[in-house]
Each structure stands twice: as structure tokens, then as C-alpha cells.
């Protein structure tokens, strides 16, 4: 979901090791929107043929085409495999949120979600570690051998020890791709769209405010500011364990509530400019709060959908999240002539708006039995 690897791969043979000339490196704009065009076209493919398959011919094609972009022959060749590469690393997360819909028991669905956002954001801090780790060592080809070498592992594992589910509702035709728009004709789950698009944004965002005018000790330092994001990863490890006390709220009101929390931490964290502790505990608590955030989100779609657009519907949160992902370095690039402060208040604000779009998303909804689940519950457990 997080294309650190790749990215961390083409900073080039003099800054991080051997490899003889390189690609030139995609902007991160373009590494999202391929994420978020795999993710359209993922999601109703799951739907249609089975999350298994989708989940399986992904992996095995994203290892195909990361092993081609080690190995580079013209640029042409290379964004091509780069774009193949993305949109088929993007089959991943919807399928595998279609998978656990279909065929996880709802009492063990939280936790199910947690792991898979919190693999996710950790992920985006532990990666591009790796990637620098490796390709000061033996190239930065060695990074896309290794990568397309370790989802060829994934895809093994979800062949052999993944249960294969049929797939539920076989939309066909003209209905796979059109499921789309008559999600987005529902304003409930276009506001829970909107707020998916906020809390990713105002995490990139958050994280090139730091970079550009954050303490002297991490703006322009990237080990320190990958530091930085690695100290977030024992909060992503505890979010997973802690289902029990968050099922005791509503999927939408837990989600506003962890919004808010991040919008809270990060406008505590803008006054931390000179103290980087306070900074470091900001940023831990934001990205907890964002774990917990993706997870409801991802529920309370899957409460207000019938079983043939779960495909669908995780297909547009996935893409909004990824959009959401490209806007966030804009916005902070645009508020950074004013410092410091107004840049993390500004991400503050994008996280308080996401979490009055949940809060919306679910105005009057309480009381709905699950078109998916049909069974009372099924819905307790989930609202």
C-alpha cells in the first residue's frame, strides 16, 4: 500500500549505494494516483471473481513487474513497469478488506481491520528503512530483487494459507464498474469517503511540515525524520489489542473520536517546535488515533453496503485515501512560508473536518440494521 521501497530505491547510486545509473524517481503524486486507479479497478474485481484470486493474481503480478523495474531499459519501459507495478500492489488492500467482509466473523472483524491498517502504516515507516539499509549495501537494484522477491512470499502465503471464499454477488458487464457510481449516489458514504481522504492527507501532511519547517534537529535531516516515524510503530503494534475497549463504540463514533484525538495531538504538537519530545509524542498519538480511524471507517462502510459493492466500496475508500495522500505535501507546501505552527495547525484542521464528516456520515443512522449481515447480531457487534 505504501510504495517506500520503490521510492527510497531511485534516490540513486551516489546517495545510497551501488547499482550503476537509475531511473529517474517518480514524483509522489504520480506513486499515489497509481495506487488509487489500482484500487478502483481492484475492488469490483473482487467482488466479481473472488478476493482470494484478486489478492493472489495481484501479488504475483506486483512481484512480476518489481523485478522488471530493476532492470530498466529505456524510460519508457521502466514508468510502464513502475505503473504496473503500483496499480498491482493496489489489488491488495481492497480485496483483502472484501476478504475479511466476506468471510471474517464480525466479533473478530475489528481486529481482523486493525492489523491490516495498522501492516499498512507501519509499513510506510519501516520500508523505506529497509530499502536505505539495503541499497547502501548492494544497490539500489537490490531493493526492487528483494521487494519482488518478497511478494512472490506474500503471494505464496495467501495461496497456501488462505482459505479461498466464493465470491459473493458475481456482478457482471456493464454492473462490475457501475456499482461505483451508485455507491457515490449515496451522500452518507460519499461523506465517509471524504473523511477517508483526510486522515492519510493529514498524516503526509503533518510529515512534510516537519520536513520543511519542522525543529532544526529534523527539518531537512530525512534519518532523523525516518527516525521520527519509526517510533510510531509500537503504538500501530498496541491499536490491534485493543478491540475490545473500542467495540464498545459505534464504528462512526469511534472514528470521529480517534479523528478528533489526531486533530487534538497534532495541534499540541505545533507548539513543539523547540521541544522535540512533545513533537515525538504528538506524533505517536496521531498515528494511533489514525489507525484506529482507518479501521472504523472501513466498518462503517461495510454496515451500509449489500454484499456485491463491498468490492466497490472499498475500492473508493482506498482511492480517496490515496487522493487525500497527494494533497496533503500541496497543502503543506502552500502553509509552510508561514512556519512552523500554522503548517500543524493546518493539518489539525483537515483531521477536525474528517472527523465532522464521519460525525455527518452517520447523522440519524443508529438504529439501521446491516443490509449486509441481516442479523441483530452481526450489527451489535459492528455499531
Request: charged share 10%; proline share 6%.
Amino acid at each position: 500500500m505504501v510504495d517506500g521501497a520503490p521510492a527510497a530505491a531511485v534516490a540513486g547510486p551516489d546517495e545510497l549505494g551501488r547499482g550503476g545509473p537509475r531511473p529517474a524517481p517518480l514524483p509522489p503524486e504520480l506513486t499515489n494516483y497509481r495506487y488509487a486507479v489500482g484500487f478502483l479497478a481492484a475492488g469490483p474485481l473482487a467482488s466479481r471473481f473472488g478476493s482470494h484470486t484478486v489478492m493472489s493474481v495481484g501479488l504475483c503480478t506486483a512481484a512480476v513487474t518489481t523485478l522488471l523495474a530493476a532492470f530498466p531499459s529505456t524510460l519508457l519501459l521502466e514508468l510502464i513497469a513502475r505503473a504496473g507495478q503500483g496499480c498491482a500492489a493496489a489489488a491488495f488492500a481492497p480485496a483483502a478488506f472484501t476478504y475479511i467482509a466476506e468471510n471474517i466473523d464480525p466479533r473478530q472483524r475489528l481486529l481482523a481491520l486493525s492489523c491490516l491498517t495498522s501492516g499498512f502504516l507501519g509499513a510506510a515507516a519501516v520500508v523505506p528503512v529497509a530499502a536505505q539499509v539495503i541499497a547502501v549495501a548492494a544497490g539500489w537494484r537490490a531493493v526492487f530483487v528483494l521487494g519482488a522477491g518478497a511478494l512472490a512470499v506474500a503471494a505464496v502465503v495467501v495461496v497456501v494459507f488462505v482459505p479461498r471464499a466464493r465470491a459473493i454477488g458475481h456482478p457482471r458487464g456493464a454492473r462490475l464498474f457501475g456499482v461505483l457510481v451508485t455507491i457515490l449516489g449515496r451522500w452518507r458514504l460519499v461523506a465517509l469517503f471524504g473523511a477517508s481522504a483526510t486522515f492519510l492527507g493529514g498524516y503526509v501532511s503533518v510529515f512534510t511540515t516537519i520536513s520543511l519547517v519542522g525543529p532544526p534537529s529534523v527539518a531537512g535531516n530525512p534519518e532523523a525524520l525516518q527516525v521520527l516515524r519509526l517510533i510510531t510503530v509500537p503504538a500501530l503494534l498496541v491499536i490491534p489489542f485493543l478491540g475490545r475497549v473500542l467495540r464498545r463504540w459505534r464504528p462512526a463514533r469511534r472514528g470521529a473520536a480517534a479523528l478528533g484525538v489526531a486533530a487534538m495531538s497534532v495541534a499540541a504538537g505545533s507548539v513543539s517546535s523547540d521541544y522535540l519530545v512533545g513533537l515525538s509524542i504528538a506524533v505517536l498519538l496521531l498515528v494511533a488515533a489514525i489507525s484506529a480511524t482507518a479501521s472504523a471507517i472501513v466498518e462503517s462502510l461495510l454496515v451500509q453496503v449489500r454484499p456485491e459493492e463491498t468490492g466497490g466500496a472499498t475500492a473508493l475508500y482506498g482511492s480517496f485515501t490515496f487522493l487525500g495522500a497527494s494533497a496533503g505535501p500541496a497543502l503543506a507546501s502552500v502553509v509552510s512560508p508561514w512556519g512552523f505552527r500554522i503548517g500543524m495547525l493546518a493539518a489539525a484542521i483537515w483531521l477536525a473536518i474528517g472527523a465532522g464528516l464521519i460525525l455527518v456520515s452517520s447523522a440519524g443512522a443508529g438504529a439501521r440494521r446491516s443490509i449486509q449481515h441481516g442479523t441483530e447480531g452481526a450489527v451489535s457487534s459492528l455499531r
